[in-house]
Nanobody, 130 residues
């Protein structure tokens, strides 16, 4: 059973940076695509970024393109989300999720939907405020 734990959230000023980590345990993370999602109060969960199981495909929501970078270190069973030039509208609880099979795993297909992941972490809070 795959377990995911997010870390790295916190309070940061606008324009600042954070790096989120999604640590996997239980099975090798290399067998899964990993997506990052976020949910702000009163809003639906939205896909932010995704990296395929082999790392060859990365995708980003338009709102974070050029500012966020996703990467994976399978040896450490960890996926990272480097977030730069943060804005107040980036404030949310950030979740990572894993997809185990098919186009979701191989191509991050459909990662923008909140039902994408087979496994989910508990989330980490990111607050961007002065």
């Amino acid at each position: 059973q795959l377990q995911l734990v997010e870390s790295g959230g916190g309070l940061v000023q606008p324009g600042g940076s954070l790096r989120l980590s999604c640590a996997a345990s239980g099975v090798t993370v290399g067998a899964y695509a990993i997506g990052w999602f976020r949910q702000a109060p009163g809003k639906e969960r939205e896909g932010v970024s995704c990296i395929s199981s082999r790392g060859g495909i990365t995708t980003y929501a338009d709102s974070v393109k050029g500012r966020f970078t996703i990467s994976r270190d399978n040896a450490r069973s960890t996926v990272y989300l480097q977030m730069n030039s943060l804005k107040p509208e980036d404030s949310a609880v950030y979740y990572c999720a894993a997809a185990a099979s098919g186009p979701r795993r191989d191509y991050c297909a459909g990662y923008v939907t909140s039902s994408w992941g087979d496994y989910w972490g508990q989330g980490t809070q990111v607050t961007v405020s002065s």
